[in-house]
């Protein structure tokens, strides 16, 4: 099975994929990393020998094309042969058709316990809400974000003193263990 990543950020998570035996690399190979700007994960696909492509995102606000945007997305990826898509930080919302295109062949990993705390801004708003427990939600992304039936979650305690960045980066490492287990899992079929 042919595995794609779509990232934009520093590629901690996609690090953690690309380390991680994702039940033998037989059986579950990353083919291609997707990404919407210059960043990090760019870095680290190639230094791990991993193909990458961007399709840069040039337009925003109502000028932009989502869905031709999706579909550069989705042709970059099947030019690889990629059967499963793995969202790991991709700053794009992408167009219904996208998900049409690979239907429940889509995961994602999100920085909070869904239904709780959807968007772009999940730490923030758990720690805004003064919740002491949160966590991380991996599971089949559809068009409407962060909604998918969810396959995997893991709670994560908020500390006192906690501000974004150190709860942040104590759910990323749940992620980092948690996302590469449940791909796996979901390639073999033994999930949801
Ligand atoms: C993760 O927390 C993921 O859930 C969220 O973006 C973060 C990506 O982290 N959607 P990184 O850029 O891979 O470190």
């Given at each position: 099975m042919r595995l794609g990543v779509l990232a934009s950020g520093t590629g901690t998570i996609l690090q953690a994929i690309l380390e991680a035996d994702l039940g033998g690399s037989?059986?579950?190979?990353?083919?291609?990393?997707?990404?919407?700007?210059?960043?990090?994960a760019t870095d680290v696909a190639s230094?791990?020998?991993?193909?990458?492509?961007?399709?840069?995102r040039t337009s925003f606000g109502s000028a932009f094309d989502r869905e031709?945007?999706?579909?550069?997305?989705?042709?970059a990826l099947t030019d690889h042969g990629v059967d499963l898509v793995a969202i790991a930080?991709?700053?794009?919302?992408?167009?219904?058709?996208?998900f049409d295109a690979f239907a429940n062949r889509v995961?994602?990993?999100?920085?909070?316990?869904?239904?709780?705390?959807?968007?772009?801004?999940?730490?923030?708003?758990?720690?805004?809400?003064?919740?002491?427990?949160?966590?991380?939600?991996?599971?089949?992304?559809?068009?409407?974000?962060d909604a998918g039936p969810i396959l995997a979650q893991e709670a994560v305690p908020v500390l006192l003193g906690d501000d974004a960045a150190t709860l942040h980066e104590r759910i990323?490492?749940?992620?980092?263990?948690?996302?590469?287990?449940?791909?796996?899992r979901?390639?073999?079929?033994?999930l949801p």
């Open positions: 037989a059986e579950l190979e990353v083919a291609v990393v997707v990404v919407d700007r210059p960043c990090a230094a791990a020998g991993v193909a990458t492509r961007l399709v840069a031709a945007y999706s579909k550069e997305v989705a042709t930080g991709f700053g794009t919302v992408l167009h219904a058709s996208f995961l994602n990993t999100h920085p909070a316990l869904l239904p709780s705390f959807k968007g772009w801004h999940a730490v923030d708003d758990a720690l805004n809400a003064g919740v002491k427990v949160t966590g991380c939600t991996v599971h089949i992304a559809t068009a409407d974000v990323k490492a749940v992620e980092r263990r948690l996302y590469p287990d449940t791909i796996t979901f390639a073999r079929g033994e």
